[in-house]
C-alpha cells in the first residue's frame, strides 16, 4: 500500500481492510454470482419508487428503469436521468436506490434510474443507447411524470459518469432531448492508457489493471486504439462547445484524477460553465467507507450542483 500514507485519515481504515483489487473475467462472473449486499434503504417517506419498462432502443429489449416520484411536490419538477455505476461491466439500479431517493425527496426532482445493459455481453453502443432510451422517456413522458420537459440533466457515478457525459454529447447531436446539466461523480471517460500515469493514483478499489478490462469489455476491442466513438469516451471528443454546464467531483487518489481535471478543463475553455471539485485524500469510491466527512460533503455538493443547474432553463 504505498499511497495509504496519502489516503484522509477518515478513509484510511477502510482502505486497509480492502482486498488487493482485481477484475478479469473470472472475478467478473464470480461478483456477479454473489449476491450484490448495498446499503441500507433510508425512510423517505416522501418518495415512491415504480419500477417500470419503457422502450428501448429500435430493435432491442425494453429497458427496465427505476422512477423516483416525489409525493408532496407541487407543480412541474425538474427530472435527472440517472445512470450507477460498475465499471461497465456490473451494477444496477438498485446500488444507488438510498441515495436516489434522498436526493429526489432533497431537490423535489424526479429520477428515473436505468438498468442498461452490461459488457461484455452487450459492448457499446448497447448501454449507451438503453440510456438514451431512458433520456428520451423522460423527455416524451415529462407531463405526465409531473415533469418540467425544460429542466432535465444527466447524473452518474464511475461508468455512469462516462454514460453521463457521452449522453450529454450524444443529445447536444441529435438534438432530441434538451438538458440543461451534467453532473459527472469521477466519470470514467478515457479508455486511452496514460503516456505518463500518474504515480499516487489507482491503488485502492479501481486499477488501472481493471480499467483496462473494463473498457475492453465495453468497447468489445482493446482500448486505446483508433476510431473509438466519443459517445464511448467522451475524453475523446474533439469538439465539447455546446454542452450544458458541468459539475465534475473526483478524487485526489482516484484513477480517473488526471482525465478527470482535463475534461474540466476543455469544457471550460469551450465555454462550458464547468465546477470541479477534488477531494484530497479521496480514492475512487470513497463512500464506501460508510458516514465520513468527505462522503456527507459529497453528498452535499451534489445536491447543491444539481440544485443551482436544474434552476437553469
Not at 106 to 134: N, Q, T, W
Not at 208 to 218: D, E, H, I, L, V
Request: glycine share 10%; proline share 9%.
Amino acid at each position: 500500500m504505498k499511497t495509504l500514507s496519502l489516503v484522509h485519515h477518515e478513509l484510511r481504515a477502510f482502505a486497509e481492510t480492502l482486498p488487493v483489487p482485481k477484475l478479469d473475467a473470472e472475478q467478473l462472473t464470480l461478483r456477479r454470482q454473489t449476491p450484490p449486499v448495498y446499503p441500507a434503504t433510508p425512510d423517505v417517506p416522501n418518495v415512491s419508487v415504480e419500477e417500470r419498462r419503457i422502450p428501448g432502443p429500435e430493435g432491442a429489449p425494453d429497458v427496465r428503469v427505476l422512477v423516483y416520484r416525489p409525493t408532496d411536490a407541487a407543480g412541474p419538477m425538474a427530472g435527472i436521468l440517472h445512470a450507477h455505476g460498475g465499471g461497465y461491466v456490473m451494477g444496477e439500479p438498485e446500488m444507488s436506490d438510498g441515495s436516489n431517493r434522498l436526493l429526489a425527496a432533497a431537490l423535489k426532482a424526479v429520477i428515473v434510474s436505468v438498468d442498461y445493459r452490461l459488457p461484455p455481453e452487450h459492448p457499446f453502443p448497447a448501454p449507451m443507447e438503453d440510456c438514451y432510451a431512458g433520456l428520451k422517456w423522460l423527455h416524451a413522458e415529462a407531463a405526465a411524470l409531473g415533469v418540467d420537459g425544460a429542466r432535465i440533466a444527466v447524473k452518474g457515478e464511475s461508468a455512469g459518469g462516462g454514460l453521463a457525459a457521452g449522453l450529454a454529447l450524444l443529445a447536444r447531436d441529435r438534438r432530441e432531448v434538451p438538458l440543461v446539466f451534467q453532473c459527472l461523480t469521477y466519470p470514467m471517460i478515457d479508455d486511452r492508457p496514460a503516456a505518463d500515469p500518474h504515480p499516487h493514483t489507482g491503488e485502492f478499489v479501481w486499477t488501472a489493471a481493471s480499467n483496462r478490462f473494463g473498457w475492453a469489455s465495453y468497447l468489445g476491442r482493446e482500448p486505446g486504439g483508433p476510431d473509438v466513438s466519443y459517445y464511448a469516451a467522451a475524453a475523446r471528443a474533439p469538439d465539447l462547445a455546446g454542452l450544458p454546464p458541468a459539475f465534475i467531483l473526483t478524487g485526489g487518489l482516484d484513477l480517473f484524477l488526471e482525465e478527470n481535471l482535463d475534461y474540466a478543463r476543455r469544457l471550460s475553455r469551450a465555454g462550458v460553465t464547468t465546477e470541479l471539485i477534488v477531494y484530497p485524500g479521496a480514492f475512487h469510491g470513497f463512500q464506501m467507507a460508510g458516514d465520513t466527512t468527505l462522503s456527507r460533503r459529497a453528498e452535499q455538493d451534489v445536491r447543491q450542483a444539481l440544485a443551482a443547474g436544474l434552476a437553469r432553463r
